[in-house]
């Protein structure tokens, strides 16, 4: 089976700084990787994902990397602002599958 | 547009009884997923839709949850004989269905279920 954990269950950020969020994998032949965003009391919101065949992918003010060597996926939000705080998941698929496995979340609380 | 939508935002119930929640995917989207997320934890699959058929249900937890899809748009997970241990936020997500496999999900906001 598959199974994808996080690092940290919290982090604290002061604000204006960069937050980086960690995630590991166990199955190699996952090939797609889905950070998500959850606020409370709503459904996952997605923030941006990669494919097995990149190892860096970037947004606005976020930034996705991949290692599948050590099977290490980390999100990195650069000037880290209060309405970022929220709960991060790491989700993986393998194969071109749809099924979805969701790690168990880094909350990230951000100082003023 | 309008999102994912389900109904109800909460539900309590008691123990043994039946339940039903909907899912209205965002016009369009021909798959659809059922995800449940206890207090703490990340959601975890239960079943996906592509079109009217269950496409994956190896997230089932056993035969009282069961989920249809009868048109191809909304959805139904039914659990029956509900136990206390059944209660959680269930997530309903929609998506293109492109082949790749790597179209975004986008979640409703949920239902809390509680059973007493």
């Known amino acids: 089976g598959e199974s994808v954990g996080l690092h940290l269950p919290t982090l604290s950020v002061q604000e204006g700084d960069n937050s980086i969020i960690n995630c590991a994998y166990s199955n190699s032949a996952s090939d797609y990787f889905i950070w998500y965003k959850q606020e409370s009391g709503k459904g996952p919101q997605f923030i941006i994902d990669?494919?097995?065949?990149?190892d860096k992918r970037q947004g606005q003010r976020v930034t996705v990397l991949l290692n599948k060597t050590v099977k290490h996926l980390s999100l990195q939000i650069a000037a880290t602002q209060p309405g970022d705080s929220a709960v991060y998941f790491c989700a993986v698929r393998r194969g071109g599958g749809f099924k979805t496995i969701f790690g168990a979340g880094t909350r990230l609380f951000v100082k003023a | 547009g309008a999102g994912v939508s389900q109904t109800p935002s909460n539900k309590v119930t008691e123990k043994g009884k039946y339940v039903e929640l909907r899912c209205d995917p965002i016009s369009g989207h021909t798959a659809l997923y059922w995800y449940r997320q206890s207090l703490g934890q990340g959601p975890e699959f239960l079943i996906y839709f592509q079109g009217t058929g269950a496409a994956d249900d190896s997230g089932l937890p056993n035969d009282r949850f069961f989920a249809v899809r009868p048109e191809g748009s909304v959805s139904t997970l039914k659990i029956q004989r509900t136990e206390r241990g059944d209660s959680a936020m269930y997530l309903c997500a929609s998506s293109l269905g492109g082949l790749a496999g790597t179209d975004t999900q986008y979640f409703g906001p949920g239902t809390r279920l509680t059973v007493l």
């Open positions: 990669i494919r097995s065949n990149m």
